[in-house]
């Protein structure tokens, strides 16, 4: 069993991994000639093939607009299904192309918009936690992020360890710190942390289970399972929040980071401060519906303890 754990630097060369590298060598060589934006029309061809030779994931695609826009007819909701499709592998690819190829791709490609609402967190002199979401254009845009400000991330670490290398070889190049999700005494330690201020990003908008969940509103879903820890650790910690929207323009190519800030939050009232986090969101998905990541089983976890089946 290969077992690394996020500060393990190491490269990775056991022969398990021997498959993967070869196929990281094919994709490095195919993306020498090509641009970032060639990348994404790649992606967005092999989403096609993707949707007819493996619908499953698909189907997750068109189950989750389904549940959240109940007010569309059947057709928008395919057309608005299969191109989610079409950014959701746009972003893998156009990822994989930062990771193989450096930031210098979007490094003049990005426009950060609300840094004034940043600056005004910073200002007051606490940690600031940032509050992003699973937009399809997140490592892009986490990237053009941590270029323009010394953010730290909370990183999960992924289950395939080349993959992982890769990732957090390229993080810790750009965010100020790396944090492992599933290190809980490193992240609350960088939470507490006071002897510089900080910047900490993460990404709570998945159902991590009933436990670790509150079920409120979320779209067109009235109970969806919603992370309650951040609330408490932005008054245990006494940090301010902002919320952080990521987008890929389409005309005049580029991606853009927009801070926004979070009336009202934290208010100490679990369920009321997992609502308005939600509906922060919400406005941001519903600008461009596309580009958010339905393609996880977002709500899979049911207020009665059972599971919905996808």
Same mark, same amino acid.
């Given at each position: 069993? +290969?077992?690394?754990?996020?500060?393990? %630097?190491?490269?990775?060369?056991?022969?398990?991994?021997?498959?993967?590298?070869?196929?990281?060598?094919?994709?490095?060589?195919?993306?020498?000639?090509?641009?970032?934006?060639?990348?994404?029309?790649?992606?967005?061809?092999?989403?096609?093939?993707?949707r007819?030779?493996?619908?499953?994931?698909?189907?997750?695609i068109?189950?989750?607009?389904?549940? &959240?826009?109940?007010?569309?007819?059947?057709d928008?909701?395919?057309?608005?299904?299969?191109r989610?499709?079409?950014?959701?592998?746009?972003?893998?690819?156009?990822a $994989?192309?930062?990771?193989?190829?450096g930031?210098?791709? +979007?490094?003049?490609?990005?426009?950060?918009?609300?840094?004034? /609402?940043?600056?005004a $967190?910073?200002?007051?002199? !606490?940690? *600031?936690?940032? +509050?992003?979401?699973?937009?399809?254009?997140?490592?892009?845009?986490?990237?053009?992020m941590?270029?323009d400000?010394?953010? %730290?991330?909370?990183?999960?670490?992924?289950n395939?360890i &080349?993959?992982? =290398?890769?990732?957090?070889?390229?993080?810790?190049?750009?965010?100020a710190? *790396?944090i %492992?999700?599933?290190?809980?005494?490193?992240?609350? %330690?960088?939470?507490?942390?006071?002897?510089?201020?900080?910047?900490?990003?993460?990404?709570?908008?998945?159902?991590?289970?009933h436990?670790?969940?509150?079920?409120?509103p979320?779209?067109?879903?009235?109970?969806?399972a919603?992370?309650?820890?951040f609330?408490?650790? $932005?008054?245990? =910690?006494?940090?301010?929040? *902002?919320? *952080?929207?990521?987008?890929?323009?389409q005309?005049n190519? !580029?991606?853009? &980071?927009?801070y926004?800030? +979070?009336?009202?939050?934290?208010?100490g009232?679990?369920a009321a401060?997992?609502?308005?986090?939600? !509906?922060?969101?919400?406005?941001? &998905?519903?600008?461009?519906?596309?580009?958010? =990541?339905?393609?996880?089983?977002?709500?899979?976890?049911?207020?009665?303890? /059972?599971?919905?089946?996808?």
């Open positions: 069993m +290969i077992k690394k754990t996020i500060h393990d %630097d190491s490269l990775p060369l056991h022969p398990r991994t021997w498959g993967w590298w070869i196929f990281i060598g094919v994709v490095w060589l195919l993306f020498q000639p090509i641009s970032i934006d060639t990348s994404r029309l790649w992606g967005q061809k092999i989403a096609h093939l993707l007819r030779i493996s619908p499953r994931r698909f189907n997750v068109r189950r989750n607009i389904g549940l &959240v826009f109940p007010e569309m007819d059947v928008s909701r395919e057309s608005l299904a299969i989610n499709l079409e950014e959701t592998i746009a972003g893998y690819f156009e $994989a192309y930062i990771l193989l190829r930031y210098g791709s +979007i490094y003049r490609n990005y426009e950060i918009r609300g840094r004034e /609402t940043l600056e $967190a910073l200002a007051e002199g !606490k940690n *600031v936690l940032l +509050i992003g979401a699973h937009f399809t254009s997140l490592e892009s845009c986490g990237c053009a941590g270029l400000a010394p953010v %730290d991330i909370v990183h999960r670490r992924q395939a &080349v993959g992982n =290398y890769l990732i957090l070889k390229h993080r810790k190049k750009i965010f710190s *790396v %492992d999700r599933d290190d809980r005494k490193t992240m609350l %330690d960088a939470f507490a942390d006071t002897t510089r201020q900080r910047i900490i990003w993460t990404a709570p908008d998945q159902d991590m289970g436990q670790r969940s509150v079920f409120v979320f779209l067109g879903v009235e109970k969806a919603t992370l309650k820890v609330s408490r650790i $932005a008054i245990r =910690y006494n940090m301010a929040a *902002v919320f *952080v929207e990521f987008s890929y323009q005309e190519p !580029k991606w853009i &980071v927009h926004h800030p +979070i009336e009202n939050f934290p208010t009232d679990q401060d997992a609502t308005t986090i939600n !509906k922060i969101i919400g406005e941001s &998905v519903r600008r461009k519906p596309e580009q958010y =990541y339905w393609i996880h089983r977002r709500f899979k976890s049911l207020e009665d303890g /059972t599971t919905r089946k996808y």
